[in-house]
């Protein structure tokens, strides 16, 4: 189950820096919210929307570090990744951002409800 939930992560990383929202919309619960480093909580559409627009665009992602913890009838994984983006517009940049996902198995496929996302 671990290595599932660490592919899910990395699937997530990859589609995000593809800009592949296709993607991204098998792997996100249809309630999924984006909380982002400014606390900002995002739905789901509006987010996806953004990175279609290219108002969130994500170039790269090196992973450092994953951590998968059981929690209730899902997990929690907490992964640190060096992400470079640009976001509204900004200069493209890399930033060390911690991950903390609620996953659930839902409908017989893993998928992302919350992702909370900080620097580290």
Do not use: C
Request: net charge neutral; aromatic share 8%; charged share 20%.
């Amino acid at each position: 189950m671990k290595n599932e939930l660490i592919t899910l992560y990395r699937n997530y990383n990859l589609a995000m820096a593809a800009d592949n929202v296709d993607q991204l919309d098998q792997l996100l619960a249809p309630q999924f919210t984006l909380t982002h480093m400014t606390g900002y909580v995002q739905p789901r559409a509006e987010w996806l929307g953004e990175i279609k627009t290219g108002q969130m665009a994500y170039f790269d992602s090196q992973e450092d570090q994953i951590e998968v913890v059981k929690v209730g009838d899902g997990w929690r994984l907490t992964g640190q990744s060096r992400v470079t983006a640009s976001i509204h517009g900004s200069a493209r940049h890399a930033w060390p951002l911690r991950t903390v996902m609620s996953i659930q198995r839902l409908a017989g496929r893993l998928q992302i409800m919350t992702a909370i996302v900080t620097t580290y």
